[in-house]
């Protein structure tokens, strides 16, 4: 189904958080958001991208994700018309810019599954109407205050309301002990992962194998993103299950990590592999050679959010993944907040990513805007 784009616009919004969220990469205290917005005939599309501030994720950051967008992505889009499926393909000539990728197809597969009256986990293949909740909790000053904060965000607040899985960041000088101190204080019943953000080397592997006795889901990216060997044999040291991150960037990744024993289970950040399409094929790819996989998450709004809990509803995600409520993060959200229950957030299944930005709420946190003709 071809859709006619008459225009795109790029939007930045300021979204301060309710917290802190401190990682390896540094500290957020508010997420530089671009919104996509792509304008037909016979309809909107949106979309965010979830690149940071800076190239600390990966190498794409947010103003360079608008320029490229501006400068390339937007103008190889064809005048008469594209299929979201083909977007991807007609962006292939231009090397990397993922998440600027991701956002672009995304928008215009909204616009496209608007029109045709279907959602988006319809489309991509879900197989669930709700889905289980985790929450991450990042880097702290220090022991008292990760255990005050695992207590009042993430149990006495969050897993009252149900959040099935913690995710504790982690970073060299700040891993064995805090993870055994939240061992202690919240029991064994607790499920508990980490997060190291490619922040050791194999060097570290002994010390890595310390975690093993706290009985974790997962330990996600230990090591540098290319360094994909070298978890083959990290795995072969450690007996908590690896997940890969920001070494998955495309199915081919994903092949290549699972033919080389680097990984038993994959994280899928849409943005990170260049959109939904891709992350479904992901999907396929290690549910066919019994990779569990679960859905990462960016800090969304609403947006990206709807849109990762239709990828999370897919039978392969058998994992909890990071697709908390609007308020984890936001005191208040650009789209409807999303509200768990029971420890799940319900599949939209309105025409689409199955919300939209209200308007109000938008204009309020916009700081700049920019449209693009076709």
């Not at 697709?323 to 029971?342: A, K, M, Q």
Request: glycine fraction near 8%; charged fraction near 25%.
């Amino acid at each position: 189904m071809k859709i006619k784009i008459s225009g795109i616009e790029l939007r930045r919004i300021a979204m301060p958080l309710v917290a802190p969220f401190r990682t390896s990469f540094g500290v957020e205290t508010s997420r530089d958001v671009l919104v996509v917005r792509v304008v037909t005939p016979d309809g909107e599309g949106w979309a965010e991208c979830a690149a940071m501030s800076e190239p600390r994720y990966c190498s794409e950051y947010v103003d360079g994700a608008q320029d490229v967008l501006r400068k390339f992505l937007i103008p190889a889009l064809p005048k008469d018309g594209v299929d979201a499926a083909a977007v991807g393909r007609i962006l292939e000539p231009f090397t990397g810019h993922h998440m600027a990728k991701s956002a672009l197809e995304t928008a215009v597969l909204d616009v496209q599954l608007r029109v045709a009256g279907e959602s988006f986990g319809s489309y991509l293949g879900a197989s669930r109407d709700r889905v289980p909740c985790g929450v991450s909790v990042g880097i702290m000053n220090s022991l008292p205050e990760l255990l005050d904060a695992v207590d009042r965000y993430a149990v006495d607040r969050y897993v009252a309301e149900g959040y099935v899985r913690i995710k504790l960041k982690i970073e060299p000088g700040w891993d064995i002990e805090p993870v055994r101190a939240v061992r202690e204080r919240f029991g064994d019943d607790l499920l508990l992962q980490v997060d190291a953000n490619a922040a050791y080397t194999l060097v570290d592997a002994q010390h890595l194998a310390k975690l093993d006795a706290f009985d974790l889901l997962l330990i996600e990216q230990p090591l540098a993103n290319d360094d994909m060997v070298q978890h083959a044999q990290l795995a072969r040291i450690l007996r908590t299950p690896i997940c890969l991150d920001e070494s998955i960037e495309s199915a081919a990744d994903a092949a290549a990590a699972i033919s080389l024993g680097a990984c038993s289970i994959i994280n899928v950040k849409p943005a990170r592999v260049g959109g939904y399409l891709e992350a479904r094929r992901i999907h396929d790819l290690a549910r066919a050679h019994g990779i569990p996989v679960w859905c990462g998450g960016m800090l969304e709004t609403g947006i990206g959010r709807a849109a990762n809990v239709a990828l999370a509803a897919l039978p392969g995600f058998t994992l909890p993944g990071d697709t908390s409520g609007s308020h984890r993060y936001f005191v208040t959200d650009i789209t409807p907040p999303f509200v768990l229950s029971d420890g799940h957030l319900d599949v939209p299944t309105g025409p689409g990513l199955g919300t939209e930005p209200l308007t109000e709420l938008l204009d309020e946190v916009t700081t700049a805007r920019e449209w693009i003709a076709l």
